[in-house]
């Protein structure tokens, strides 16, 4: 999530918002949202504090040259700053649902804490209902966003309720779904259009359990992917390319496409370097440059069983040629950058680039600019 500079009317509520341009206040007025109003005057800013005192206690101003009309964000006046949720603007949209997690992935971006932080439930919720604009898709990551129980059935049917059309895509590790009172709290009746991301990281329980270090995992997570295909639920599995999972990788793909034919695709993807994978740098940080004809034999397996796929987080120039295809530009916007090297490749435009912090962990790769005879044979 992305926080930018802010001057805000002193107060302003601590929660979420709609930024909204003035002339356009009177036509997106409801009484049950609020509304940040970017002015660009003080005949704007004037105009606001008027309605605030005539009574619009939802309303009030926002000056900032990093907000965009129709952003779903939560002011924090105090420190001058603004946490952007949702922008339309963006390539990907998604809401961070909790930071706890039942698994300790050796690999982990985004290391989890055991704080209570189910308010995060009704921020989504109220972000969902701030929207002005349907995302094709919504993301709901976390930590692991089935610890949330009825909480993401709620948010799954705000979707439902104010985005019809949006498809919701909810990363979480399954496990929990071999739990058959979940997964009817969360899947009986569900209407909201959800694909399901799940980490799939061996073909044989122990290698699965070593990376999200937790005994039974495996396991569950079966259960889990099998309670979905009972249910008709989309999946998408997700492979992290950190050494361990390469090693057995061809081995995965031919699980896979013998033991979960029904899933819709499998992702293979570059390790984030931060958070336990700069911890575990020995296991995580590869050379995917190195890897080529590992993930190219994958590739064929999955092929054969015809399961669809494709990878994620990995720049072009670190993938053989017969896999650019299949190469997605994946990294959320706020977080994504190119090296000084790319700014001479021909393919930028369709590379997924870098991490930002590849400067303090490690990149993917040695990049290769591309040049056009390369991009075209
Ligand atoms: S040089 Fe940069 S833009 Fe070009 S393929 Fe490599 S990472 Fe992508």
Request: charged share 20%.
């Amino acid at each position: 999530m992305r926080k930018v500079q802010a001057t805000f009317q002193c107060d302003c509520e601590t929660r979420v918002h709609r930024v909204v341009r003035y002339t356009d206040l009177p036509a997106q007025w409801e009484p049950d949202l609020r509304f940040l109003v970017l002015v660009q005057s003080e005949k704007e800013r004037l105009g606001v504090e008027d309605l605030r005192s005539a009574g619009l206690a939802h309303v009030a101003w926002v000056e900032s040259a990093a907000l965009e009309d129709g952003d779903v964000v939560v002011p924090n006046p105090n420190r001058g700053e603004c946490a952007v949720l949702l922008r339309e603007s963006d390539a990907h949209h998604a809401l961070f649902m909790t930071n706890r997690c039942n698994s300790l992935c050796l690999m982990c971006s985004q290391p989890p804490t055991p704080n209570n932080d189910s308010w995060l439930v009704a921020e989504a919720v109220d972000a969902i209902q701030h929207l002005r604009w349907s995302p094709p898709v919504l993301g709901l990551t976390g930590g692991e966003p089935l610890l949330l129980g009825d909480g993401l059935r709620c948010v799954l049917d705000a979707v439902q309720a104010h985005h019809p059309r949006a498809t919701v895509e909810v990363l979480t590790n399954g496990r929990l779904l071999a739990n058959s009172e979940v997964a009817t709290q969360i899947l009986q009746g569900l209407t909201t259009r959800v694909r399901w991301l799940i980490p799939l990281y061996g073909h044989a329980d122990f290698l699965h359990d070593f990376v999200v270090q937790v005994p039974g995992a495996f396991d569950e997570t079966l259960t889990g992917l099998l309670t979905l295909q009972t249910y008709q639920q989309e999946i998408q599995l997700r492979t992290v390319l950190i050494e361990p999972v390469l090693q057995v990788l061809p081995e995965l793909a031919g699980f896979v496409g013998r033991n979960l034919p029904f899933v819709r695709e499998m992702a293979l993807m570059g390790c984030e370097p931060i958070g336990f994978a700069l911890a575990n740098r020995e296991l995580c940080e590869v050379d995917l440059g190195h890897w080529g004809d590992t993930l190219a034999q994958a590739a064929r397996i999955l092929r054969r069983h015809a399961i669809p796929h494709l990878i994620m987080n990995v720049p072009l120039c670190a993938l053989p040629r017969s896999m650019w295809s299949l190469a997605h530009r994946s990294i959320s916007d706020w977080k994504n950058v190119y090296a000084a090297e790319c700014g001479r490749c021909v393919a930028k435009s369709d590379c997924s680039g870098l991490f930002a912090w590849h400067e303090s962990g490690w990149k993917p790769s040695f990049l290769k600019p591309l040049d056009t005879n390369e991009v075209i044979a």
